[in-house]
């Protein structure tokens, strides 16, 4: 099973308020991510947790905030966004092993994000 | 910074043909990866390359490394209107392989 979801599939959300994406996986995977993408581009990296801790954060906005619960589950939290944040939010993990560069990251099915 | 340039940005073929995208990489590849996508869904992983003239295959999808080059290529044999998508070539950004960078996309439209 190389099966990631996410949840919500699409979101609307206003200016002002405050919402969360979640992700899971159960392929004991101890690398999780975050990747932003708009219409017509590629994925762009957000954040990689990496055994439930932060490794990266590519710079991302403080209205971002990531959250990693457990080696299962990794949520972002969203609030105070612009209308430019509206994308799809793409979640992946990876096994994470020392040789990392020959870990097969697995995609989730994204979440629509709309900010009005 | 790496980058990974992808050609053609865009095809269309008529069923049954064969077809080549490549990928062309600025600095040396760890891994090369290839994922599909439907529009507006997320990434289904189709093969890894690590290794010089490494090559792989999966039903009618074929893809190759050429480390020296820094470059890959996937073919197609005998398109199918399932082939349609958009191809994205991805590497590890460092050899520590903690995050991919992704090429801009093929957009492949098969027409039949």
């Known amino acids: 099973d190389t099966e990631v979801t996410q949840t919500p599939k699409h979101l609307v959300m206003g200016m002002t308020n405050k919402k969360s994406l979640k992700c899971e996986q159960h392929?004991?995977?101890?690398?999780m991510y975050w990747y932003k993408q708009k219409a017509k581009k590629p994925p762009e990296l957000m954040f990689v947790?990496?055994?439930?801790?932060?490794?990266i954060n590519e710079s991302v906005p403080s209205r971002f905030s990531p959250e990693c619960p457990n080696s299962s589950l990794l949520n972002l939290h969203l609030h105070a966004l612009q209308p430019e944040d509206s994308a799809l939010y793409l979640c992946?993990?990876?096994?994470?092993?020392?040789?990392?560069?020959?870990?097969?990251?697995?995609f989730g099915p994204g979440t629509r994000l709309t900010v009005l | 910074s790496q980058e990974l340039e992808q050609s053609p940005q865009s095809l269309i073929v008529q069923e049954g043909k064969n077809l080549t995208i490549n990928c062309t990489s600025s600095?040396?590849?760890?891994?090369l990866y290839w994922y599909k996508q439907k529009y507006g869904e997320g990434l289904i992983f189709l093969m890894m390359l690590q290794k010089g003239g490494e090559e792989k295959s999966h039903e009618k999808i074929t893809a190759k490394l050429d480390e020296k080059k820094q470059q890959s290529s996937l073919h197609i044999t005998a398109s199918q209107p399932s082939h349609a998508g958009i191809y994205l070539c991805?590497?590890?950004?460092?050899?520590?392989?903690?995050?991919?960078?992704f090429g801009k996309g093929t957009t492949l439209s098969v027409s039949s």
């Open positions: 600095k040396t590849l760890y891994g």
């Open positions: 992946a993990s990876s096994q994470d092993s020392p040789s990392g560069s020959t870990d097969t990251q697995y």
């Open positions: 991805g590497a590890v950004s460092n050899q520590a392989g903690t995050a991919l960078i």
């Open positions: 947790y990496s055994y439930e801790k932060l490794s």
């Open positions: 392929m004991g995977h101890r690398a």
